[in-house]
C-alpha cells in the first residue's frame, strides 16, 4: 500500500504509473496520513509531496522511523533541509519531482528480480553479443522509468524492444502513435485530444492519446516525420505533464513515459533541423541503438525457428546457410516474409540459394 501526502491534483491524477488505484490511499494533511498510519497492519511506503514545512515531516517520519511494516519512504525534492531526520536503513529517498519518472518506480517497487529481468525480454530472439547487450540495456533502462530513443533500422525490431521496455515499467497497454498520420491539424486533435463542437465533425468528447497514456507509456513512432512546431507542442508536455485538449480552456494533466523511435541516424535529424535538439535532449533520458541483422548473424537461425513456431508451421526450413550468407536490408521483417514465402512455396526441404531469398516486391519498399 502506498500512503501519498499531497494537495496536487497533478500528482494525484497521474498515481496509475506507481500503483494500481486499490494500492493507494491520499492524503491533504499530515495529521490525517499519521492517524491513518496508526491503524494500518500491512506493509507500505510514504509519498509526501513537496509544500510541507518539513519539520512536520520531520516528526512524521521520526515517529515512524522503527516501524517494520515501513517499506520506503519517498520524498519529491523540497524536503532536504535539516530538520528531516537520517535514515538509519536506506528508507528515505530524496527525488527531484521533474525525475520522479525515472526514479519512483524502482524506489517503491523495489529491485526487480532476475527471473522478471528474462521475462520481459523473452521476445527478444539471439543469443549473440549484441542481442545479449540489448537484453541488459532494456532490464536497467525499462525499470527506471526514464524517457527513451530507439534507432535502428526499418524492420530491425524496434516496436519489439519499445514494448519490452514498456512491460518492464507497466503492466497496462501502451499507446503507440504512427507520428507520420498525425501532422497538420491532425495533431492537437488525436495527441491532446477535442472536445465536442470544437471543430466540424467534432461530435463528441474524446481524449487524446498523452490523456489515454497516463500511468503508463507513449510509443512515438517516425518520431523524424514530426514538424518543429509539433516537436514543440510535446516538449511542453513532457516538461510539464500539462496539456489542453482542443475546444476546451481547462487544464489537464498528464504523466506517462515517452519513447520515441527512429529509422534515421539521430545526429543527421538534428544537423539537418529535422529534430530539435531541445526536444531530442528532453526524450533521449536513455538511447538504445537497434543493430541491424546483418551485424548479428549468428541470431538468424534463431529467428527463422522463432518465426516457425510462431506460425504454427510443422515442417521446418532445412537449409540455412543460404540466409546467413544473405544481406537483408529488410532486417528480422524481412527474413520473416522470406520464412512465410518459402512454407507458402511448399520450399522447405530445398536446397536454397540467395535469388531464392530476394523478394523484388518487398525490396522495392525500400529502395
Not at 79 to 95: A, E, F, Q, W, Y
Not at 124 to 153: E, F, P
Not at 154 to 161: D, F, I, P, W
Not at 205 to 233: C, M, N, R, Y
Request: proline share 2%; net charge negative.
Amino acid at each position: 500500500m502506498l500512503f501519498v501526502a499531497t494537495e496536487n491534483r497533478h500528482l494525484k491524477s497521474s498515481k496509475g504509473w506507481l500503483f494500481d488505484d486499490d494500492e493507494c490511499r491520499f492524503f491533504a494533511s499530515l495529521s490525517r496520513l499519521d492517524a491513518a498510519l496508526d491503524t494500518q497492519t500491512e506493509d507500505y511506503s510514504l509519498l509526501i509531496d513537496e509544500g510541507y514545512p518539513s519539520g512536520e515531516v520531520g516528526a512524521l517520519l521520526l515517529k515512524r522511523e522503527d516501524d517494520t511494516r515501513l517499506q520506503n519512504v519517498i520524498l519529491l525534492a523540497g524536503h532536504t533541509d535539516s530538520k528531516l531526520p537520517t535514515s538509519r536503513n536506506g528508507r528515505i529517498n530524496i527525488v527531484r519531482k521533474d525525475a520522479m519518472m525515472q526514479h519512483l518506480p524502482a524506489i517503491a517497487r523495489g529491485k526487480v528480480e532476475k527471473a522478471d529481468v528474462m521475462d520481459i525480454t523473452k521476445e527478444i530472439t539471439g543469443t549473440s553479443a549484441a542481442v545479449m547487450d540489448l537484453r541488459r540495456k532494456i532490464a536497467v533502462i525499462g525499470r527506471c522509468g526514464c524517457n527513451v530513443v530507439i534507432y535502428g533500422k526499418t524492420g530491425s525490431g524496434k516496436e519489439r524492444v519499445a514494448q519490452s521496455i514498456h512491460s518492464a515499467f507497466c503492466q497496462r497497454a501502451a499507446q503507440v502513435v504512427n507520428c507520420a498520420l498525425l501532422e497538420g491539424s491532425l495533431f492537437d486533435s488525436f495527441m491532446f485530444g477535442h472536445s465536442k463542437n470544437a471543430f466540424s465533425g467534432a461530435m463528441e468528447d474524446k481524449a487524446g492519446f498523452v490523456e489515454e497514456a497516463d500511468g503508463s507509456s507513449l510509443i512515438l513512432d517516425e518520431i523524424e516525420t514530426l514538424s518543429p512546431v509539433s516537436q514543440a507542442k510535446l516538449l511542453r508536455f513532457i516538461e510539464t505533464g500539462e496539456f489542453r485538449r482542443v475546444g476546451e480552456t481547462r487544464l489537464r494533466y498528464s504523466r506517462c513515459r515517452v519513447i520515441a523511435m527512429t529509422n534515421e541516424p539521430v545526429e543527421d535529424l538534428i544537423a539537418s533541423g529535422r529534430l530539435r535538439k531541445d526536444f531530442y535532449m528532453r526524450i533521449a533520458e536513455a538511447r538504445i541503438d537497434v543493430k541491424p541483422l546483418c551485424e548479428r548473424k549468428e541470431d538468424i537461425e534463431a529467428l527463422i525457428r522463432a518465426r516457425e513456431e510462431f506460425r504454427g508451421y510443422r515442417e521446418h526450413i532445412r537449409d540455412v546457410q543460404a540466409f546467413l550468407e544473405y544481406g537483408w536490408p529488410g532486417n528480422i521483417r524481412e527474413l520473416n516474409r522470406t520464412v512465410d514465402r518459402l512454407h507458402r512455396s511448399g520450399r522447405t526441404d530445398d536446397d536454397l540459394s540467395l535469388e531464392d531469398l530476394v523478394d523484388d516486391s518487398f525490396l522495392s519498399d525500400f529502395f
